[in-house]
């Protein structure tokens, strides 16, 4: 088999996995190729959401593990094929030298065993920084079940390491994936928040939930994320909408993948982040699932009417993140403006602040966007949907941005 033949089946076979961010690395060109450096990497991104600058692929698509969402479990009818680790150096820096990539994702099904697995990517990774001083960003999949030892050896040589949660809950995993546990992915996480330095996996590490596989609701999901980065210091959780590529009565017969709820989903995560929010403000047991057609900042500031409008000149700046349509960002240049001057809804326009959101949500100088009459639940969520339903009209077929567009 060639090596484009091999490329084809191997890249083809890793297209399902989302987490392969490149942000947050400091390696330094030694006089080699590339730079893992934040200036060195180019952020592009597909419309579905995904990484286009690292060259993705797996080691090998050949697996021992029967997870029953995967397209390379062992039981299924595909083409297998492994690459050596001479192969992948010389397709990296192929592509490297032609301005094709600006660095490396790199994973694999379980081969043999774990440790024979973690082995074969530590050889491929040695010899790219060690052989062909190759600096640029690689992010590596650890493998569940591998010494402690092979994981801080392989730490020392990428700038990201990740390894899936794969399901919400233990039970699902269970269900779907019965080679696997959370013991040992938890494990995983532990040995690299302990070792986590400048030069050991210096951006951080990552994990990745498929959404729509399993029963668990958003609370479950969101719950286990909150966990997750409050417990290992992740640096991010990413979803994965389920993809149906097998046929299993334990599986969801779903036509089309859950990107909307995807991306209600990563809303939600920068709002864990970055604007202090708790799990349990956003969901509950008896509300268990975000509204798909609102957004959930938006859908918490419908459920809590009462704390609004807020008025935009005396707001504090964390009461003003809770306005839907308001980030850190537009929010610091309110409370630098309203210094100056009494700030007025065209001054927000004039100031870059988008008010299509915000305007249900918020006073200016004491005056409501419209006749005060219609701060009613009913309006507001009324004309916040049916923006939804244009913007989903406008991107049928394709996965919503990673990123939190709305604020």
């Given at each position: 088999?060639?090596?484009?033949?091999?490329?084809?089946?191997?890249?083809?076979?890793?297209?399902?996995?989302?987490?392969?961010?490149?942000?947050?690395?400091?390696?330094?060109?030694?006089?080699?190729?590339?730079?893992?450096?934040?200036?060195?990497?180019?952020?592009?991104?597909?419309?579905?959401?995904?990484?286009?600058?690292?060259?993705?692929?797996?080691?090998?698509?050949?697996?021992?593990?029967?997870?029953?969402?995967?397209?390379?479990?062992?039981?299924?009818?595909?083409?297998?094929?492994?690459?050596?680790?001479?192969?992948?150096?010389?397709?990296?820096?192929?592509?490297?030298?032609?301005?094709?990539?600006?660095?490396?994702?790199?994973?694999?099904?379980?081969?043999?065993?774990?440790?024979?697995?973690?082995?074969?990517?530590?050889?491929?990774?040695?010899?790219?920084?060690?052989?062909?001083?190759?600096?640029?960003?690689?992010?590596?999949?650890?493998?569940?079940?591998?010494?402690?030892?092979?994981?801080?050896?392989?730490?020392?040589?990428?700038?990201?390491?990740?390894?899936?949660?794969?399901?919400?809950?233990?039970?699902?995993?269970?269900?779907?994936?019965?080679?696997?546990?959370?013991?040992?992915?938890?494990?995983?996480?532990?040995?690299?928040?302990?070792?986590?330095s400048k030069v050991f996996t210096p951006a951080g590490e990552s994990t990745q939930?498929?959404?729509?596989?399993?029963?668990?609701?958003?609370?479950?999901?969101?719950?286990?994320?909150?966990?997750?980065?409050?417990?290992?210091?992740?640096?991010?959780?990413?979803?994965?909408?389920?993809?149906?590529?097998?046929?299993?009565?334990?599986?969801?017969?779903?036509?089309?993948?859950?990107?909307?709820?995807?991306?209600?989903?990563?809303?939600?995560?920068?709002?864990?982040?970055?604007?202090?929010?708790?799990?349990?403000?956003?969901?509950?047991?008896?509300?268990?699932?975000?509204?798909?057609?609102?957004?959930?900042?938006?859908?918490?500031?419908?459920?809590?009417?009462?704390?609004?409008?807020?008025?935009?000149?005396?707001?504090?700046?964390?009461?003003?993140?809770?306005?839907?349509?308001?980030?850190?960002?537009?929010?610091?240049?309110?409370?630098?403006?309203?210094?100056?001057?009494?700030?007025?809804?065209?001054?927000?326009?004039?100031?870059?602040?988008?008010?299509?959101?915000?305007?249900?949500?918020?006073?200016?100088?004491?005056?409501?966007?419209?006749?005060?009459?219609?701060?009613?639940?009913?309006?507001?969520?009324?004309?916040?949907?049916?923006?939804?339903?244009?913007?989903?009209?406008?991107?049928?077929?394709?996965?919503?941005?990673?990123?939190?567009?709305?604020?």
């Amino acid at each position: 088999m060639t090596i484009k033949e091999k490329l084809e089946i191997l890249a083809d076979s890793a297209k399902y996995d989302a987490s392969c961010s490149s942000s947050g690395s400091a390696r330094e060109n030694k006089g080699g190729l590339g730079a893992g450096a934040i200036s060195g990497i180019c952020h592009s991104f597909s419309n579905d959401g995904r990484c286009i600058s690292l060259l993705k692929i797996l080691m090998t698509n050949c697996c021992m593990f029967d997870c029953k969402y995967c397209v390379n479990r062992k039981t299924n009818r595909v083409k297998r094929a492994i690459f050596t680790p001479e192969e992948i150096c010389e397709i990296t820096l192929s592509f490297y030298r032609r301005n094709y990539i600006e660095g490396l994702f790199l994973s694999s099904g379980v081969y043999k065993s774990p440790d024979y697995t973690m082995e074969k990517l530590i050889e491929t990774i040695f010899l790219l920084r060690h052989k062909y001083h190759f600096s640029g960003y690689i992010h590596a999949k650890a493998i569940p079940g591998a010494s402690d030892y092979l994981v801080k050896k392989l730490g020392l040589l990428v700038d990201r390491l990740s390894v899936n949660t794969e399901l919400p809950s233990e039970n699902g995993l269970k269900l779907l994936a019965p080679n696997k546990n959370y013991q040992k992915i938890e494990h995983i996480m532990d040995v690299v928040k302990q070792n986590k330095s400048k030069v050991f996996t210096p951006a951080g590490e990552s994990t990745q939930m498929i959404i729509g596989a399993s029963k668990d609701s958003d609370y479950d999901i969101m719950n286990r994320s909150s966990f997750l980065y409050e417990t290992y210091d992740l640096k991010r959780v990413f979803y994965s909408a389920y993809i149906s590529v097998n046929k299993d009565p334990f599986l969801p017969a779903l036509e089309l993948p859950p990107l909307q709820r995807e991306h209600r989903l990563y809303q939600a995560d920068f709002l864990l982040r970055f604007y202090h929010y708790k799990v349990e403000q956003l969901l509950d047991p008896l509300h268990p699932n975000f509204n798909i057609l609102v957004d959930p900042k938006a859908d918490w500031a419908l459920r809590h009417l009462s704390e609004f409008p807020k008025e935009i000149n005396k707001a504090s700046y964390y009461d003003l993140l809770k306005v839907p349509g308001i980030g850190p960002t537009s929010a610091k240049k309110i409370i630098q403006g309203r210094k100056v001057f009494t700030i007025t809804f065209e001054d927000l326009k004039k100031m870059g602040i988008s008010v299509k959101r915000a305007k249900y949500f918020i006073l200016c100088n004491g005056v409501y966007f419209a006749n005060k009459e219609v701060f009613q639940k009913d309006f507001i969520e009324k004309n916040l949907v049916l923006e939804t339903k244009e913007k989903i009209e406008d991107k049928k077929g394709q996965q919503l941005s990673l990123f939190y567009e709305s604020e």
